[in-house]
Nanobody, 121 residues
Framework: QVQLVESGGGLVQPGGSLRLSCAASGVTLEHYATGWFRQAPGKEREGVSC????????YYLDSVKGRFTISRDNAKNTVYLQMNSLKPEDTAVYYC??????????????WGQGTQVTVSS
């Protein structure tokens, strides 16, 4: 059974940092494209970042470039999203997802349950 479990969300002040984790079981993330998505209330889900399965190429939403960093620890079978200089507009539920094909897949194969990130003073 495949499980992706996100953790690390919470309440942080503007300018603060959080590190989200996506721990996998039942799949080896090294062999999957793994992405982070977010959905704010009343808005559509959007892709935030992804790390490819082949060479670890990373991709970022323009609005998070220079602030967020995605990485993968193969030994821990975990993908991380380091989020710095957080802004109120980063507030959302963050989901990780894994796909056998690529970061550009329209439908990822597996999804986590999400973790809430709230940026507020």
């Amino acid at each position: 059974q495949v499980q992706l479990v996100e953790s690390g969300g919470g309440l942080v002040q503007p300018g603060g940092s959080l590190r989200l984790s996506c721990a996998a079981s039942g799949v080896t993330l090294e062999h999957y494209a793994t992405g982070w998505f977010r959905q704010a209330p009343g808005k559509e889900r959007e892709g935030v970042s992804c790390i490819s399965r082949s060479d670890g190429t990373t991709y970022y939403l323009d609005s998070v470039k220079g602030r967020f960093t995605i990485s993968r620890d193969n030994a821990k079978n975990t993908v991380y999203l380091q989020m710095n200089s957080l802004k109120p507009e980063d507030t959302a539920v963050y989901y990780c997802a894994a796909d056998t094909k690529s970061c550009r897949s329209q439908e990822y194969d597996y999804w986590g349950q999400g973790t809430q990130v709230t940026v507020s003073s």
